[in-house]
């Protein structure tokens, strides 16, 4: 196991990889440069624009590699997680105006109530889900005036200006201030921008009188599959908007990914594919390092079939690694750790194989042959396909190989020799590591469990519910103590105050569930 390294290294070039994004089917591409200019955090303008929409820029990690946040993982105070693609940005679009972004109070930063266009959570103090965004949104339009002109827009622009460069010094500024930030929502601001922004306003700021409404909770959702849809906003439920020549657009599942319909003909699903079975496309087989060759599924150039189900090397110039519940790697004297996979059961670590320390001055793949395009004496990943990934050796820094992936899809997981499709409470499927909780948080009032493949459905154990994303056994503080109230689903009440709670019980503040108590 390895603790060090992150999932993507710096390569170079660009590699591209056709994906459902948003409903539609788009290229998703790594901008790649040389090493010493991602590791110096100054990623292409590319890689900017295409991740961090708004005029943000994305952070880079170790080795160059985009710095990677989800639930589980947050990004640095002064960063904002993009919840579509997963990576750090300074500075991001959250929702349309004239909604307000809803900030988490421990935190300073947005809630995100979907990842990766995964199933999508709800919002507190009825909120919606933004879907073009992953954000949580509240539709506040009833105190919203008119947007500024002439003077005031020009005084808005400066102020907006100061904001996002974390520089509210501007006395011009302070009433601009008061007013943007409960009026206008100023996209792509840090939560450390917004914290700096008030601290200077001061008890200069107007105190507005608060009006509590209860609003349905509400998630705003693109068309399902066979309804009419536009490329811009794309498709519910695994479809993707296709448009013909005369621009009638429509939601279909895109087959070239290996998608078809589901039994419950309204969304589409991935298509697995054992070895030897028919296919049409590589997304389709199942058994890492296997593609779609001949119309069936079989192991890639490199590979054999292991006896299994699964493809093994046919020469190797690594070990796989035997996975120990250690705090390092644990491969054997004189090998080094490459790591691949994330390890679903334990957030941040990773396997891989177990090298040799090379003594030959050539890069070598850790399991494979390497892509054609990359051959000597230059090796390097500028032609590195979709299905293969770029390798560099921590003794051959210099030199880079375009080396085969185990699995292809970006929404796959790596599990046994096997590539599974990710996912979330609610999902099917067929092994514990595929369920993946949309967040893992600890405090002193629950005690929280991972999710678990319960008769091929992604649940909670027995005991636990599934509460802000993660499985949760939470614990009354007050009144009567215990188990919390559940509604006739077995899921907790949540409320904000006693009087969202039925008679004879009181919000507990501290978990924010409804407990047995004197509330009359």
Avoid at 122 to 129: E, L
Avoid at 152 to 161: E, G, M, Y
Avoid at 365 to 381: A, Q, R, W
Wanted: with cysteine; hydrophobic share 25%; glycine share 8%.
């Amino acid at each position: 196991l390895h603790e060090v390294f992150r999932k993507y290294k710096g390569i170079q070039g660009r590699r591209c990889q056709r994906q459902i994004i948003i409903g539609r089917i788009v290229n998703v591409c790594l901008t790649r440069g040389p090493a010493k200019k991602l590791i110096s955090g100054e990623p292409g303008n590319d890689a900017s624009e295409h991740y961090c929409p708004g005029g943000g820029r994305v952070l880079t990690g170790y080795g160059g590699s985009l710095a990677a946040c989800d639930h589980l993982s947050e990004c640095p105070a002064d960063q904002i997680c993009n919840p579509q693609y997963g990576v750090c940005c300074t500075k991001i679009r959250t929702c349309p105006r004239p909604t307000k972004t809803i900030i988490n109070a421990g935190t300073s930063k947005p809630i995100i109530c979907q990842l990766k266009f995964g199933r999508i959570t709800s919002c507190p103090d009825g909120g919606y889900c933004e879907t073009k965004t992953g954000f949580c949104c509240k539709d506040e339009s009833g105190t919203v005036t008119s947007a500024p002109s002439g003077e005031d827009l020009n005084t808005f622009r400066k102020c907006h200006s100061l904001l996002l460069s974390i520089q509210p010094d501007h006395d011009n500024c302070k009433r601009c201030f008061t007013e943007d930030l409960t009026r206008y929502e100023v996209e792509g601001t840090t939560s450390r921008a917004r914290t700096a922004a008030k601290r200077q306003l001061g008890s200069s700021a107007p105190k507005k009188k608060k009006t509590f409404r209860k609003r349905s909770r509400l998630v705003k959702t693109r068309p399902w599959l066979d309804e009419e849809c536009t490329a811009r906003d794309g498709c519910e439920g695994g479809a993707a908007c296709t448009c013909d020549v005369n621009e009638k657009c429509r939601c279909d599942c895109p087959t070239e990914l290996g998608y078809t319909r589901s039994a419950d003909r309204r969304t589409c699903q991935r298509i697995r594919r054992r070895l030897k079975e028919k296919c049409k496309t590589d997304m389709e087989c199942s058994a890492a390092f296997s593609e779609c060759s001949t119309g069936g599924c079989r192991c890639r150039n490199g590979f054999q079939r292991d006896g299994k189900g699964g493809c093994k090397p046919i020469n190797s110039s690594s070990l796989l690694a035997d996975w120990l519940s250690s705090n390092r790697d644990d491969c054997p004297d004189e090998y080094y750790c490459v790591p691949l996979f994330d390890d679903t059961l334990k957030p941040g670590y990773y396997q891989g194989f177990c090298c040799p320390s090379p003594i030959a001055t050539r890069p070598v793949c850790p399991v494979g042959v390497s892509h054609e395009t990359s051959f000597p004496p230059d090796y390097g990943c500028f032609n590195c396909p979709a299905e293969y990934y770029c390798h560099r050796d921590v003794f051959l820094v210099e030199k880079s190989i375009c080396c085969p992936k185990p699995c292809i899809s970006l929404e796959d997981i790596y599990h046994d020799g096997q590539c599974y499709p990710t996912a979330f409470y609610g999902d099917s499927c067929h092994i514990n590591s595929q369920c993946l909780p949309l967040r893992n948080s600890s405090d002193e009032f629950s005690e929280s469990s991972p999710l678990q493949c319960i008769k091929g459905v992604c649940a909670c154990p027995t005991g636990f519910s599934h509460m802000d994303g993660e499985c949760k056994r939470v614990m009354c503080t007050i009144g009567l103590r215990g188990e919390p109230s559940v509604d006739r689903n077995n899921q907790l009440v949540r409320c904000d105050r006693s009087a969202d709670c039925s008679q004879g019980q009181m919000c507990d503040p501290n978990t924010h569930v409804c407990c047995k108590g004197a509330n009359r």
